[in-house]
């Protein structure tokens, strides 16, 4: 990616015995995810993209936009870079209600530049019923949701979220997380993601970052690093597969959709979707199992002709193994006595019998 198009961003800043040092060219719009453990730099990143920590060798564009080029003494700081910036715990006005944390952040645009009007943000945060509420009074998933529609407010041409729904319980997550979604699909606006959970990262994120001891391990677009067996994410109870499918029937009374790929025709207990819509489906590893000759007789709906392309050890007894399923690339996490017992190797032809599938939207 070059000329006017994406994000390049060149950090290299020393904090203690800290070293981030990173070159990344990103896309211009989606989400970005960055990922790693604990302490890999996610939060340095980002805070030297905002401008709150000053990286001495550093290049920053945005969409053409040149935010910092310590080369040419370019620095804008941070209250001059139009983004928006997320944390993990919201921090709105508790003595305001919801309107006015929102007009604050509207203070600071000019209107000629404000690209998202104040009622989409609203309307996408799906916050209309809480303007006149005390901040204090909503529960952490609304404040965070109205969090997010205070930085979109600032018409940002860069938005940076750092853990947004780490402090959130699983039902308050699975309460915003719709939310994230429809920014993704709605918005221009480039997103910057910081999280730990690949649950998140394969719902949301398009592109991945991945960080480690403030390097980049590895970049590129998330389906495929998910899967790649020489990095994290492929390994551990949350491994999985995304693939993309078409809806091509629908068995209301069933409460079941069938979507083709290129690995055959996927089964997904959701009867409201519609034929001729693209979906995104997510296969967890550990839902997927290995057998030589293809079952017959079995209550399980999805199976697929597989080949195998590689075996790399997992958890204590556990394998997991990659599939070429017509060039779709699944997971499967077996174990390491099942793997001998079926003699696995790369080349293999098998059947993949999958007990659980996702439609991520
Ligand atoms: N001002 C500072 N002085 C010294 N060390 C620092 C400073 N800021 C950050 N660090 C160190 O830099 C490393 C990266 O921190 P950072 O917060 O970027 O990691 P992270 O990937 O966001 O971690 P987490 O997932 O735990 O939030 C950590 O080891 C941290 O202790």
Known sequence: MSGNDGIRATFSRRNGDFLLNVKLDLPGRGVTAVHGTSGSGKTTFLRCVAGLERAGSAYLSVNGE????????VFLPVHRRPLGYVFQEASLFAHLDVQRNLDYGL?????????????????LLGIEKLLQRRSDTLSGGERQRVAIARALATSPRLLLMDEPLASLDVQRKADVLPYLERLHDELDIPVLYVSHAPDEVARLADHLVLLEAGRVVAAGPTRE???????????????AAVIEAT?????????????GFAGGQISLLNPSLTVGQ????????????????KQ?????????AVTVTGISADSPGQVMV??????????????????????LQPGSRVYA????VAVLG
């Open 225 to 239: 690093l998910m899967t790649r067996m020489d990095l994290p994410l492929a390994h551990g109870d949350s491994a």
């Open 278 to 293: 693209r979906v995104r489906v997510r296969i967890q590893a550990r839902d997927v199992s290995l057998t030589l000759q």
């Open 66 to 73: 040149v935010w910092q080029d310590e080369r040419a003494g």
């Open 322 to 343: 990659g599939l070429d399923a017509n060039g779709s690339t699944l997971l499967a996490r077996i174990t390491q006595k099942s793997a001998d017992a079926l003699q």
């Open 296 to 304: 017959e007789g079995t209550s399980v709906l999805n199976i697929f």
């Open 247 to 259: 809806v091509n029937r629908v068995e209301p009374q069933y409460h079941l959709s069938h979507a």
């Open 107 to 123: 203070r600071r645009v000019p209107a000629a530049e404000r690209r998202v009007a104040l009622d989409q943000a609203i309307k």
């Open 353 to 356: 019998q999958v007990k659980g």
